[in-house]
């Protein structure tokens, strides 16, 4: 704008000079009438015509510079940003009063006077100051060069640089810069980055298995976790798309959880154990069938990610592999059902019994009375072998509800299995499976285990049978025993009892189970056979109630199409096996005519057990409370009393028997039950009683309890 006056000026000075000029020439004018004329008067004319035409140009052209550079200063001293002018030298020649303000001055002439150039102003990375003068030589221009300059305060901020510059034949004239404090800007920016940092460091460490997705369903987060679950490295699926993140854990490019967050699918859906929806959220839970080891069942949570205008900018699932949680669930559902077995079994195992025990009784009393030979023995027998199923029966019931163990003697497993294999049972089975082999690996140094022999030959007569009905057609059975030592938790269980174990595997090449079934093979009457003909369904439920009740482990493993293997575990004990008693004759087990007092409330073991003991050659007492056996003992004496544990009404055999040593302190007693040992039984032995007989009994057992008693008794008289 300057150099644009300067001309304009000039301008005017020439065209006045013209004027003068040709005035001085029009001295040589000659005369005409009296009128001096000119030659050059025509001319002047004109030249003072122009003159006055180009000042008032000029005077336009003034007028439209001077609103001109009105306009750029109003412009140059009101931005909001900074504007400076820099020679080639590189001196500062201008600067608006936002550059003074950001560079920490009241005023741009105090700006000019502490820093005349531009070398004068500190860069945080001075080498910029190069590149910023090497992009000027090369493009003549810079556009949104970002660095952090110090203020005169020495306060750094950040700043974006545009310049240009102004040339004159080709060569700059000075350069032209505007100024921008972009440090909020960077701050936010470093904010977000430190944000999104925190994040990702989150993402990779969370605990759960988590992915998220774009969009465009690209994979852009896979975290260690996740890679630790599928095997799947993070650099091997970020970017994919076309839901390849579904293969490692169905196989398929199928949609997963994240997929129904985004589009749902009420098919898919379906195909989940549990699902729950709540806006955005989604819940599920599902097996995977080509995660490791197969069949896992995992839980996830999916989410829609929105941005803050609440557009969809993708979606993250968080999985969990809960398969051991499943487990320990479906053992808790199974244990509260077998309580609550438990509670109805205990509520008919005792009356049960008690009739069972009448059946087996009088029948076994018939037998003694009945000749072989005699077609009436047959019936006495049938009736009592039909008793002693039943009681069998019942005794399954407390098996289930782990309150049947009573006995605990030395077992071998080797044994028990060699004497099922001798069995009319087994040989029946391999009659009905024809195709069928079976296989024995047994252990040869097999250690002994603590147990009840019924309850672990029955688990036997359980698991070899299924296993053979497993198979249709040609097949093998294999059943395995050995030693082993566990330390590690058996799967399904949180912890083991580190210590020796015998480990019985019987293994089939059927069908499988599948993995709906699985969860419920251990529920009682839950079978796919035919009821009644092949199974009752409480098979494999007295084998589980068995394994706890021993303190075992079971493992379970199938594959349909395959087979399937069961693991139990059983505590060894270095104890050994005790010697077998011959069966005894029945004046091996008689009394020498002592005086016992029957305690039962049922009226027919009343009898039955007189009847009983008055074969076996003892002097009978009978009594239907605790009350009237307390007011009996009185006035009389008792070598012995039969002391049945649950009477209703009335007091039970523990209190019967605290007030019965209230008056005689030094009473023998034994314990009857239709029910299994109980806590009480235990508190009624505490007090000097002596062994636990269940109803229904033999003869055989009474006689040999009662001499056990007597003579223990005596024996410490």
């Keep these: 704008m300057l150099f644009a006056r ?34 050059l008067i025509p001319l002047l004319t004109v030249a003072v015509n122009f003159s006055l035409l180009n000042l008032s140009k000029f005077r336009q052209a003034e007028h439209d510079l001077r ?20 020679n080639p030298d590189g001196l500062i020649t201008a600067a608006n009063p936002a550059f003074a303000r950001m560079m920490g001055f009241d005023a741009p002439a105090d700006l000019l ?26 493009q003549g221009e810079i556009r949104g060069f970002e660095t952090e300059i110090y203020t005169a305060t020495g306060k750094r901020i950040w700043v974006s640089i545009n310049a240009t510059a102004t040339k004159n034949d ?15 800007r960077r701050r936010s920016e470093e904010a977000l980055q430190e944000s999104r940092q925190r994040f990702s460091d989150i993402l990779e460490f969370l605990p759960d298995a988590t992915l998220v997705i774009d969009r465009n369903g690209r994979v852009i987060a896979w975290n260690r976790a996740m890679e630790s679950m599928t095997g799947i490295r993070k650099e091997d699926m970020l970017g994919r798309g076309d839901r390849e993140y579904a293969l490692p854990f169905y196989g398929d490019r199928r949609p997963i959880l994240i997929d129904l967050a985004l589009s749902p699918d009420e098919e898919i859906e379906a195909q989940y154990t549990v699902i729950q929806r709540t806006g955005d959220r989604i819940f599920g839970e599902a097996y995977v069938p080509v995660l490791p080891p197969g069949d896992v069942h995992v839980s996830a949570t999916a989410s829609v990610l929105r941005d803050p205008q609440g557009v969809v900018m993708g979606a993250i699932e968080c999985i969990r592999n809960n398969t051991e949680r499943k487990r320990m669930e479906e053992r808790l559902r199974r244990a509260e059902k077998m309580e609550s077995l438990g509670t109805m079994a205990g509520g008919v195992a005792h009356d049960l019994n008690n009739v069972l025990g009448v059946l087996v009784g009088y029948a076994e009393m018939m037998m003694l009375e009945i000749p072989e030979g005699n077609p009436l023995r047959r019936y006495a027998v049938n009736i009592h072998q039909s008793g002693i199923r039943g009681a069998a029966m019942i005794q399954d019931l407390l098996t289930l509800a782990r309150r049947g163990v009573a006995v605990s003697e030395v077992v071998n497993l080797r044994e028990l299995a060699s004497s099922y294999f001798k069995s009319p049972d087994f040989a029946k089975l391999k009659e009905d499976h024809p195709q069928v082999s079976f296989r024995m690996d047994l252990q040869e140094d097999l250690m002994n285990i603590k147990g009840s022999p019924i309850h672990l030959s029955k688990t036997l007569m359980n698991l070899i049978p299924n296993a053979a009905e497993a198979i249709s057609g040609p097949g093998e059975v294999v059943i395995k025993m050995e030693n082993c030592y566990l330390e590690v938790p058996v799967r399904g269980y949180g912890e083991v009892k580190e210590g020796d174990y015998v480990a019985l595997r019987v293994s089939d090449s059927g069908q499988g189970i599948s993995p709906q079934d699985m969860e419920r093979i251990f529920e009682p009457f839950y ?11 409480l098979g494999l439920a007295i084998v589980w109630g068995t394994v706890k009740d021993h303190d075992g482990y079971i493992d379970v493993t199938s594959q349909e199409g395959v087979g399937s293997v069961f693991t139990l575990y059983f505590p060894a004990t270095r104890e050994g096996l005790a010697q077998n008693r011959e069966q005894l004759s029945l004046d091996q087990y008689t009394g020498s005519g002592e005086t016992l007092l029957v305690i039962d409330d049922n009226e027919g073991q009343r009898h039955l057990a007189a009847s009983i003991l008055t074969k076996l050659n003892y002097q009978v007492a009978t009594v239907s409370c605790g009350e009237d056996a307390v007011s009996y003992l009185m006035s009389h004496e008792a070598d012995l009393l039969l002391l049945d544990m649950i009477m209703d009404p009335g007091i039970d055999g523990l209190e019967t028997y ?18 299994s040992e109980t806590d009480r039984v235990k508190k009624v032995q505490e007090l000097g009683a002596g062994g636990f007989l269940r109803k ?22």
């Design 658 to 675: 605290r007030r019965i040593l209230e008056i005689r302190p030094h009473q023998k007693a034994i314990i009857i039950s239709g029910y």
């Design 113 to 138: 006077a502490a820093f005349p150039d531009i070398s004068s102003i500190r860069l945080e990375k001075p080498e910029d100051r190069q590149k910023i003068f090497g992009l000027l030589s090369d």
């Design 170 to 184: 080709g060569r700059p004239t000075f350069y032209e810069a505007s100024i921008e404090d972009v440090s909020e």
């Design 67 to 86: 609103r001109s550079e009105n306009r750029y200063r109003s412009i140059f001293n009101n931005a909001l940003e900074g504007i400076c002018q820099i």
């Design 696 to 717: 229904p009994y033999t003869l055989e057992k009474l006689g040999l309890a009662i001499q056990e008693e007597l003579s223990r008794s005596d024996a410490g008289s």
């Design 6 to 39: 300067t001309r304009a000026k000039g301008s005017l000075l020439f065209a006045l000079s013209i004027v003068i000029g040709l005035i001085f020439l029009s001295c040589g004018a000659f005369h005409t009438d009296g009128i001096v004329v000119s030659p």
């Design 527 to 537: 079978t796919k056979k035919v009821m009644g003909k092949s199974g009752t369904g």
